[in-house]
T-cell receptor, first 114, second 111 residues
Framework: DADVTQTPRNRITKTGKRIMLECSQTKGHDRMYWYRQDPGLGLRLIYY???????NKGEISDGYSVSRQAQAKFSLSLESAIPNQTALYFC?????????????FGSGTRLTVV | LAKTTQPISMDSYEGQEVNITCSHN???????ITWYQQFPSQGPRFIIQGYKTKVTNEVASLFIPADRKSSTLSLPRVSLSDTAVYYC????????????FGSGTRLSIRP
C-alpha cells in the first residue's frame, strides 16, 4: 500500500457542486499539506496542518476548506466548485521530528469542474 | 521569503552528467535546500537535501557553496528515465507557508 493515499484518483464534477478530496497516510507523520498543480506550473500550497488541532492557510486557500480528522487523515473540500479549480491536487506529509523538511507526496487527484 | 530561480528547461544525452543550478539569494540561516523530481501526473519525489558543502546519496549529489546563495543538483550518467521536472526548494521545517515550489526545471534526456 502507498504511504500517502489520495481518493479519488480522478473526478469530474459540475460547477456549484460540493466535493471532497481525501488523503490518508501510514507514515506516522504529524504534518500534512494540500497542494494544487496547474498544467506546466509548479505546486501551490492550499492548506497545511502541523497536528490534529492545527490548520493554516497557504498561498491560495480561497474557495477551499480542510478538515484534519485524525493524525493520518486530511481532507480538502471545495464548497462550490468552479471551472478554474480544475487542476491536479496533491496531498503531502512530513515529519517535524527529523528537523528536516522532506515531503512524501500522494499520487494526486485529477479534478475537472465542468 | 526565500524565492528560488532555476532554468526553465535543459536537454542532455544518456550517459552524461547533468548539473542543474538553483539560485536562492535570500536563503535564511535555518533554511535547508531540498530537491524533488516529478514525473507527469505523479507527485514529486524527494531526491536529496542539504544545508552546506556537499551531500551525496545513491541517486544524486548536491553542491552548496559557502555563501549558500545557490546550489547545484548533479545527476551522474543520466538515462532516459531521468526525464522529469526538478524542483529546488528552500525552507525551514517551521515555515511551511514559505515553501515555494516554483515552476522547476524540465529536464529532457535523449538517446
Amino acid at each position: 500500500d502507498a504511504d500517502v493515499t489520495q481518493t479519488p484518483r480522478n473526478r469530474i464534477t459540475k460547477t456549484g457542486k460540493r466535493i471532497m478530496l481525501e488523503c490518508s497516510q501510514t507514515k506516522g507523520h504529524d504534518r500534512m499539506y494540500w497542494y494544487r498543480q496547474d498544467p506546466g506550473l509548479g505546486l501551490r500550497l492550499i492548506y497545511y496542518s502541523f497536528d490534529v488541532k492545527d490548520i493554516n492557510k497557504g498561498e491560495i486557500s480561497d474557495g477551499y476548506s480542510v478538515s484534519r480528522q485524525a493524525q493520518a487523515k486530511f481532507s480538502l473540500s471545495l464548497e462550490s466548485a468552479i471551472p478554474n479549480q480544475t487542476a491536479l491536487y496533491f496531498c503531502a506529509t512530513s515529519d517535524s521530528g527529523q528537523g528536516s523538511y522532506g515531503y512524501t507526496f500522494g499520487s494526486g487527484t485529477r479534478l475537472t469542474v465542468v | 521569503l526565500a524565492k528560488t530561480t532555476q532554468p526553465i528547461s535543459m536537454d542532455s544525452y544518456e550517459g552524461q552528467e547533468v548539473n542543474i543550478t538553483c539560485s536562492h539569494n535570500n536563503i535564511a540561516t535555518n533554511d535547508y535546500i531540498t530537491w524533488y523530481q516529478q514525473f507527469p501526473s505523479q507527485g514529486p519525489r524527494f531526491i536529496i537535501q542539504g544545508y552546506k558543502t556537499k551531500v551525496t546519496n545513491e541517486v544524486a549529489s548536491l553542491f552548496i557553496p559557502a555563501d549558500r546563495k545557490s546550489s547545484t543538483l548533479s545527476l551522474p550518467r543520466v538515462s532516459l528515465s531521468d526525464t522529469a521536472v526538478y524542483y529546488c526548494l528552500v525552507g525551514g521545517y517551521s515555515s511551511a507557508s514559505k515553501i515555494i515550489f516554483g515552476s522547476g526545471t524540465r529536464l529532457s534526456i535523449r538517446p
